[in-house]
């Protein structure tokens, strides 16, 4: 069924923009019923929710990060993306891209590590 694929730097610099594309396969991310969300891990530490954005393309961010983000998409192909300005090194993480249906469990991208330098 839905595939997703996350892409962008592997490693970015301090105090830069970091940059995420998210492509979907096999659905449509404007589909009724649908979220398209952006989750990390840092190393050795649990899932943080970073935020989505709805299939009618509005945005919701974590208030921890709500400042430094924004998720938009580009309905002709099919992609999301996360920018997160000002990283720093506690940024470094795992990122995933979802698909979230509200009552199913998630489909998952299968994960892009970042590194953010000092």
């Known amino acids: 069924q839905v595939q997703l694929q996350e892409s962008g730097p592997g490693l970015v610099s301090s105090s830069q923009t970091l940059s995420l594309t998210c492509t979907v396969f096999?659905?449509?991310?404007?589909?009724?019923?649908?979220?398209w969300t952006w989750i990390r891990q840092p190393p050795g530490k649990g899932l943080e929710w970073i935020g989505l954005?709805?299939?009618?393309?509005?945005?919701y961010y974590s208030p921890s990060l709500k400042s430094r983000t924004s998720i938009s998409r580009d309905t002709s192909k099919n992609q999301f993306t996360l920018q997160l300005s000002s990283v720093t090194p506690e940024d470094t993480a795992v990122y995933y891209c979802a698909r979230d249906g509200g009552s199913s469990p998630l489909d998952w991208g299968q994960g892009t590590q970042v590194t953010v330098s000092s």
């Open positions: 954005i709805t299939y009618s393309g509005s945005p």
């Open positions: 096999g659905g449509s991310i404007t589909t009724n019923g649908y979220f």
